[in-house]
């Protein structure tokens, strides 16, 4: 499991933003995107198209900040 699979769980369930909110914004049920996001379900997908769309919600970019740095990037806000 990686960090940004944790990260991005820890973002949906423990975020600033309840989970409930963050599903409705990213227009997932909360238990779709609670299984979506757990790291413990083998058999759990999380899409790109979700995976932004969480980031946009919460504001919080960490979850990209460490896939960034997983592949050896580093990512700057544009402003």
């Not at 820890?10 to 599903?23: D, F, N, Q, W």
């Not at 996001?37 to 790109?48: Q, Y």
């Not at 919080?60 to 960034?68: F, G, Q, T, V």
């Amino acid at each position: 499991m990686t960090k940004v699979v944790k990260a991005v769980h820890e973002l949906v369930t423990h975020g600033k933003i309840p989970a409930k909110s963050v599903a409705a914004a990213v227009g997932k049920p909360y238990s779709t995107l609670l299984r979506e996001t757990n790291p413990l379900d083998p058999g759990a997908k999380l899409g790109v198209e979700t995976f932004m769309a969480i980031i946009q919600a919460t504001g919080d970019a960490r979850p990209l900040e460490l896939m960034a740095q997983e592949l050896g990037y580093r990512l700057a806000p544009m402003n």
